[in-house]
């Protein structure tokens, strides 16, 4: 899906526009911008594995990285990570809470934390688990739908979301909802309404965004610096939803996740950096940053050690934060990401990319909005 909007350049004529930077539009003013990755098993992985994973996204200057609250089925295989740690769902039925799954990410954050790095957590996963088959409460009980629309659906994930935020860490011994070092945002829930996009494109599913956001506030607290992120409403933004009305106009949700898999920039050049400022207007104030992008890789599809610092550093150079989808660990069990026609995303930390160049370029360089006191 191809957005373009011209605020963030200047045409003498045409052919000959010269993209403005973040400096041009607002010199001085603003923190560093960011990058990182998302990474939706991690807290599978052995501790060997997870250290060597978060000291490679440290060497790359990565500054914040993405957490599922998800179960992890041992001896599988995730995107050619062998996973190691059996863990369940958080909830197998409606309000029963199993926290493994949350001392696993709390273990994570202890590492991340470590390294200076933060963390956004998604506490749920619509994209995924509202789908026939799944086995989720929430799916079997209310449906991609109901979820959305119902008070008893909004009761009963509203407990999910406090007892996930007033958790106290197995391993941090910190309570989550108080722990800003570590944990930068939470999300409403992974890609809201993917499932039932008109639950978002029409006004059925518009109390569900402010509702909750405005029940997270109220655990968090008013200046709790740790914010409230959309998820990515609707999946990819071409669906028409990442700037719903009832999120935008929200005021206890401060950021707009944008999930946007764009394809190869060198069909469509300057594709980010012509789209942002375009973003910020319909995000009416609200923070804006690129919660996943990657490059498809399917059958030879993208080259991503071309794409992947291009689309970087295209973001970077008009301080558009983003997490890439996904940087994996080394191969150690049997995955080609190029012959995964669903998700040919991945990019093993020892490929032929450069993926430190873009990361670090992304600190280096002033933000399009200011991340101070949430990041900096």
Known sequence: M??????????????????????????????PSWAGSNNYFL??????????????????????????????TAGSCQKGSTIENNIPPLESAIRKYDDT????????????????IKAIISPHDAANQFRDGTGDPYQDRYGSGYFYEQQAAFDDYDAR??????????FSGQVWKDWSDAIMAFDLQNEPMSTKTSECTTTAGANWVCGRAQHMRSILGVNNPIRISSGGIGGDISKGCTFMPAAINCDQLDMIAIHRYAGNL???????????????EQANGKLVYVEEWGVRQYQGAGDAAAEYPAQGNDMNKVGLPWLYWQIVPAESCNYDPTQDEDDSFSIFVNSNVDIGGAMRGAASTPGLQDWSDILY
């Not at 799954?101 to 200076?116: E, I, P, Q, R, T």
């Not at 979301?161 to 197995?170: A, D, I, R, T």
């Not at 060198?266 to 910020?280: F, I, K, V």
């Open 101 to 116: 799954v949350l001392d696993a990410v709390d273990n994570v954050l202890v590492k991340l934390a470590a390294k200076g």
């Open 161 to 170: 979301l406090s007892h996930v935020l007033n958790y106290k860490g197995e």
């Open 266 to 280: 060198a069909n469509n050049p300057n594709e980010w950096s012509n789209s942002a400022s375009g973003y910020l």
């Open 43 to 72: 807290i599978g992985l052995s501790e060997s594995q997870q250290n060597t994973w978060v000291d490679k996204m440290s060497s790359y200057g990565a500054k914040v990285v993405r957490l599922w609250v998800n179960g992890q």
């Open 2 to 31: 191809k957005t373009s909007n011209l605020a963030l350049a200047i045409c003498f004529f045409p052919g000959a526009c010269h993209v403005l930077s973040a400096d041009d539009l607002n010199p001085g003013a603003n923190s």
